[in-house]
C-alpha cells in the first residue's frame, strides 16, 4: 500500500519530496510521470504529487498525465512544473518569463484559510526556481497565493493544488507543513513507527550475523552511533567493542564525558588520545580539504589498530538514510567528483575507510531517519542530551577553523563555543555554533548593499571558505558587513538579500553580520545557527539581534584577541553549513 504516489518529471527535488512526507510520517513512492491511474488505484494510492521537471509545458512532446487523473477522486498537488501542467490542462495558460524567479522569493499568501496553507501567515518566504510562468487562471480555480512575479504562485480547483515553489526544500520554511495539510487533504493519517519491532527485529539480525566473533564500533558520543553501540552491547554483550578516538578537535572536555558516559551505559570502551598526532600532522596545513583528510587518515588509522588488536571480524556502523541519500544523489555526486575528493560522506562512511579493511560491516540503521532513531535511543533509556543532541562533524572543530589549525586556536574556539552555544541553543536551531577566521580582511564597496543598509560597511575577509554554487562544492569569500541596521529589517527580507548578494557577486559564498565595527586584533569568530531537515540545504536561524549584540558582547570583553564577532546569515546553498 503506498500513501503518496510522486510522479517523476525529472527535478532535481524529487526525492526531497519523497522524505519529506516519510519524514512526516506518511508512506511515498517515487513513479515514472506516466504511470498508468488503474496502477496507481491497485496500491491504494490516496493522493498523487506531481513532481517540478525541467521541460515547458508548451513544446511539444512535454510529459504530460492522462485527463483522467483530473477526473479521478484522488486528490493531485502539482509542484513547479507539476502546477504549470495541471493549469494548462485545466484551461489556463503558462508562458515563457523575462526573468523568471530563482531563490528566495517572498509569497504573499491570499487564502490563509484553504486546508493547503493552514497555518501560514499572509507574508511567507519560499524556494523559487522556474522561468515559464502562469498568466492565466483556469475557469473556477481560485488563486491562493502570489509572488512579485508571479501572480498565480499557488491555485485550487475542486481537490486538485499547484504550487509554483518548491515546498520540499528548506528553503521554504513552512514548506513541510503544506505536504503535512496535503497529507490531510488527501485523508490520511500519521502511521505511528512501531520502535519495539524494530529493536526486536535488529537484534536478531545482529546475532545471526556476527555470531560468537567480535564487532567494533567508532563512537563520537553522537546519537546515531551512541544507540546502535546501546542496541548492539544487547546482542553481543563483551563481543562489542566501542572506540572513542580523540582528535583533539572535540569540544571542551567532551570526548572525557563520552567516554565516562559509555562506561556508564556498561559499554566495553577502547580510549585513544591521537590528539598530538593530529596537531603534528596539521602543521602548516592551510587547505581545507587536505586538513580534513589528514584528520580522517589518522582516525582510520588509529581505529583499524584497534580492531586488529582485539582481532574484531565486524564493523558497526550508524548510518541513516539521509546518509546514503546524499551520497548517492544530487550535489553529493558532485561532491565525490575529482574537484573535491574530500567528500563529506567519505569521512564518515564506509567509504572512508581503507579498501583493504577486512571487517565485515553491518549497518542496522541505514534506512531510518534521525527522528526514528531518536525514538530507538528513548525507547533504550539513553540521556535525553545526547538524544537530542545536535550533529558534530567527524573533523570536529577543525571544519571551523580557517587557515592553520593550532592548538592555540582550537583553545580559544573551544571556551568560544561554549558560549556560543548556550546562547544559540535557546533559538532551537537544527545544528548551531562558533567558528574562527583570521581578521585580515579589506574594504569592500558595494552600492548594492547600501541600497539595503544604508549606514553599512563592508568588509572581505582574507580567508576562504566553502560554499555550493549550482550544486557544486565551491571555496570562496567571506563577506563581512557591519550596520546598525540590522535589528530594524525584516528576517524575509535579509534572507532574500544574502540570496542576491551571492548571486551578483561570484566570489562571495557566505554574509556575515557584524553589530559592531572590528577592532584591531588577531582573530574574528563567526557564529552560525541553521534549521535544516537533511542537511543539505538550510536556512540560517531567524535570531534576534538584540540578543545577538549582547553575546556579542560578552565575547569580545571575554577574549581581548577577538577583533570582531558575526552572526552568519547564509543559506545552504550558497554557504555550507560548515566554514571549511
Ligand atoms: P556541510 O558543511 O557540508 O555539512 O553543509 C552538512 C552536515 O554534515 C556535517 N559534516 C560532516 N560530518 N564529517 C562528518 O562526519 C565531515 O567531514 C563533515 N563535514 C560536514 C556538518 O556538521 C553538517 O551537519
Not at 515563457?96 to 501560514?120: A, C, M, R, W
Not at 574556539?413 to 537544527?430: C, D, G, H, V
Amino acid at each position: 500500500m503506498v500513501d503518496i504516489a510522486i510522479l517523476d518529471f525529472g527535478g532535481q527535488y524529487v526525492f526531497n519530496i519523497k522524505r519529506t512526507f516519510l519524514e512526516l510520517g506518511y508512506h511515498a513512492e517515487i513513479f515514472p510521470f506516466d504511470i498508468n491511474l488503474k496502477l496507481l488505484k491497485e496500491k491504494n494510492v490516496k493522493g498523487i504529487v506531481l513532481s517540478g521537471g525541467p521541460y515547458s509545458i508548451y513544446v511539444e512532446n512535454a510529459p504530460r498525465i492522462s485527463i483522467e487523473f483530473l477526473e479521478s477522486e484522488i486528490p493531485i498537488l502539482g509542484i513547479c512544473y507539476g502546477h504549470q501542467l495541471l493549469i494548462e490542462m485545466l484551461g489556463g495558460e503558462i508562458v515563457k518569463s523575462d526573468t523568471g524567479e530563482f531563490g528566495f522569493t517572498i509569497l504573499y499568501v491570499d487564502e490563509p484559510n484553504n486546508p493547503l496553507f493552514k497555518g501560514l501567515e499572509r507574508k511567507e518566504i519560499c524556494w523559487m526556481s522556474h522561468k515559464d510562468i502562469a498568466v492565466k487562471l483556469p475557469q473556477k480555480a481560485k488563486i491562493l497565493a502570489h509572488t512579485k512575479i508571479s501572480k498565480i504562485a499557488a491555485f485550487n480547483y475542486n481537490n486538485i493544488y499547484g504550487v509554483q515553489f518548491h515546498p520540499e526544500v528548506f528553503q521554504t520554511p513552512k514548506g513541510y507543513i503544506i505536504l503535512d495539510n496535503f497529507a490531510k487533504i488527501c485523508g490520511l493519517e500519521k502511521k505511528e513507527w512501531d520502535v519495539r519491532e524494530f529493536i526486536d527485529k535488529s537484534l536478531q539480525e545482529i546475532k545471526e550475523k556476527v555470531g560468537s566473533e567480535k564487532a567494533i564500533i567508532a563512537v563520537s558520543g553522537g546519537v546515531d552511533s551512541t544507540t546502535l553501540a546501546v542496541l548492539a552491547k544487547k546482542a553481543l554483550g563483551d563481543n562489542l567493542i566501542a572506540v572513542h578516538v580523540d582528535t583533539g578537535l572535540m569540544r571542551k572536555k567532551e570526548s572525557r564525558r563520552v567516554v565516562e558516559y559509555l562506561k556508564k551505559l556498561g559499554l566495553n570502551v577502547i580510549f585513544i588520545d591521537a590528539s598530538d598526532k593530529v596537531f603534528l600532522n596539521l602543521k602548516s596545513v592551510t587547505s581545507s580539504d587536505d586538513k580534513r583528510k589528514i584528520i580522517g587518515r589518522i582516525f582510520i588509522e588509529e581505529f583499524t589498530k584497534v580492531a586488529d588488536s582485539v582481532n574484531a571480524k565486524w564493523l558497526l556502523q550508524g548510518t541513516i538514510a539521509p546518509d546514503i541519500i546524499e551520497s548517492t544523489r544530487g550535489q553529493a555526486d558532485k561532491r565525490k567528483g575529482k574537484k573535491h575528493g574530500g567528500s563529506i560522506k567519505l569521512h564518515h562512511n564506509v567509504g572512508g575507510l581503507p579498501k583493504e579493511i577486512k571487517l565485515k560491516i553491518l549497518e542496522p540503521f541505514r534506512e531510518l531517519f534521525k527522528y526514528q532513531v531518536r525514538i530507538i535511543a528513548k525507547e533504550l533509556g539513553i540521556d535525553e542530551k545526547l538524544v537530542y543532541r545536535q550533529p558534530f562533524p567527524g573533523p570536529g572543530l577543525g571544519c571551523r577553523i580557517t587557515g592553520e589549525i593550532t592548538r592555540e586556536k582550537v583553545i580559544l574556539l573551544q571556551e568560544i563555543t561554549k558560549i556560543a552555544e548556550e546562547e544559540l541553543a535557546k533559538y532551537r536551531p537544527s545544528q548551531y555554533f562558533a567558528a574562527l577566521i583570521s581578521s585580515r580582511y579589506k574594504p569592500f564597496k558595494s552600492m548594492f548593499i547600501k541600497n539595503f543598509l544604508e549606514d553599512a560597511f563592508s568588509y572581505i575577509s582574507e580567508d576562504y571558505a566553502i560554499g555550493v554554487k549550482g550544486d557544486e562544492r565551491i571555496i570562496g569569500k567571506i563577506l563581512l558587513i557591519y550596520s546598525k541596521k540590522w535589528n530594524e529589517k525584516d528576517w524575509v527580507d535579509i534572507l532574500q538579500f544574502q540570496n542576491n548578494i551571492t548571486g551578483k557577486y561570484n566570489e562571495i559564498c557566505r554574509v556575515v553580520a557584524l553589530l559592531e565595527k572590528p577592532r584591531r586584533k588577531k582573530y574574528g569568530i563567526i557564529l552560525r545557527a541553521v534549521d535544516t531537515l537533511d542537511f543539505m540545504t538550510a536556512i540560517p536561524t531567524k535570531v534576534y539581534f538584540n540578543h545577538i549584540a549582547e553575546v556579542v558582547h560578552k565575547i569580545l570583553m571575554n577574549f581581548d584577541e577577538i577583533s570582531f564577532v558575526g552572526y552568519e546569515i547564509t543559506s545552504k546553498p550558497a554557504g555550507t553549513i560548515e566554514l571549511i
